[in-house]
């Protein structure tokens, strides 16, 4: 068992490095447009000292900009924060739903690049008792391998549904990819958290579709 | 004369400034949202110096570049992104860049880069290829690089 709880810790680690770098990144692209428009304001200041008058409405452009753009690093920020939180946090009761919106959202910057669109669809909520960090890391080798066997303009929708005391979460691809080579390659990489977290991996070729059953309450 | 520069960066908002501030400072610039844009623009005009974003969907910068300078080996790109590291910087200096700068960047130093790299003669570049820039690109040539890659050391990353 121990020997199963490093492995689940190494992948753990370099999900959460993929993840850093990710959110790091948009860090950075947030502060370069700050810069430049901080810099556009000074350089119309050393216009306008040279005789061109400041023109309020571009002003207020740009204020406006700078604004938008310090709320989306703030929202990167609190994302980061809380996933960073997520790491260490214990079996809780959450809402599926609300895992697989972290997953895109932390995704989503890394599925853009690859010209992949990901999204959820709609359902009600359903409680589970799990390890969001551990669930959120499977997603996300599911996710990375769906890019990697994904074309530009890929689709991905996932979801949740009830069966029984399970919980199936779907990751829905159109165009179609050979899901039964992603679920040999998530049951493979990812097969620590599977164990982990007590689930089955399995492609459903006909729905185009990869599932991933887990129980409702969390098994020690 | 101005000197001719293309900005490729898939954000808008980023590209629309940038172009302001240079063309402020007496450079005419084209802008180009991807790496496909920019590659159909190239084909019809020549431009003194690219400046590339690194990090790009669909196609990305060292993808964008290696298809620059495949259309023109004596092209100078500047490379734009988010983070250095040491083996994309390099990378990208070996397929043909004539320098790495990194995100947020200082308009000034960008400006230096830029004529430092439009200055230099079209000749035999310093790998040593036809047509890859030499002379004052060769001396000065990845100096946005060392300074972005010292700030990495200096991070410990």
Redesign the interface.
């Known amino acids: 068992m121990s020997s199963y709880h490093g492995k689940v810790d190494s992948l753990g680690l370099s999900f959460f490095g993929s993840m850093t770098a990710s959110i790091s990144h948009e860090i950075k692209n947030a502060l370069a447009i700050i810069n430049e428009n901080a810099g556009l304001l000074g350089d119309l200041v050393a216009l306008s000292e040279k005789g061109r008058p400041l023109d309020p409405e571009r002003l207020q452009t740009i204020s406006d900009s700078i604004r938008r753009r310090v709320q989306g690093a703030d929202d990167i920020v609190r994302r980061l924060n809380r996933f960073a939180h997520s790491a260490n946090q214990p079996v809780v009761t959450t809402g599926i739903r609300d895992i697989l919106a972290c997953t895109v959202a932390l995704s989503e910057r890394l599925a853009t690049m690859k010209g992949v669109r990901l999204s959820i669809a709609a359902g009600e909520e359903i409680e589970v008792q799990t390890l969001p960090f551990v669930l959120e890391n499977l997603l996300w080798i599911c996710l990375k391998n769906i890019f990697l066997l994904a074309g530009e303009g890929q689709q991905v929708v996932l979801g949740a549904v009830r069966e029984e005391s399970d919980v199936v979460v779907t990751l829905h691809c159109t165009p179609e990819i050979p899901v039964e080579q992603l679920e040999t390659t998530v049951a493979t990489e990812g097969q620590p958290l599977i164990f982990f977290l007590r689930m089955q991996v399995r492609a459903d070729p006909h729905n185009g579709r990869l599932c991933l059953h887990m129980p409702l309450r969390f098994i020690e | 004369m101005a000197v001719t520069v293309l900005l490729i960066d898939d954000?808008r908002?980023?590209l629309d400034?940038?172009a302001?501030?240079l063309t402020?400072r007496g450079m005419e610039v084209t802008s180009a949202a991807s790496g496909r844009a920019a590659l159909d623009l190239v084909r019809d005009a020549r431009f003194n110096v690219i400046v590339l974003d690194l990090?790009?969907?669909?196609m990305?910068g060292l993808q964008v570049l290696e298809r620059l300078v495949a259309l023109d080996p004596a092209q100078r790109i500047i490379l734009l992104t988010?983070?250095a590291t040491v083996s994309r910087g390099v990378h990208a200096m070996k397929l043909g860049a004539a320098d790495v700068l990194e995100?947020?960047?200082d308009?000034r130093e960008l400006v230096e880069r830029i004529k430092t790299v439009a200055s230099a003669p079209r000749g035999v570049g310093a790998n040593g290829q036809a047509g890859q820039p030499s002379g004052p690109l060769q001396k000065g040539r990845g100096q946005g690089l060392l300074q972005a890659l010292r700030g990495l050391f200096k991070s410990g990353r």
Do not use: A
């Open positions: 954000d908002e980023f400034i940038l302001e501030r402020i990090q790009m969907p669909e990305d988010g983070h995100k947020p960047v308009i």
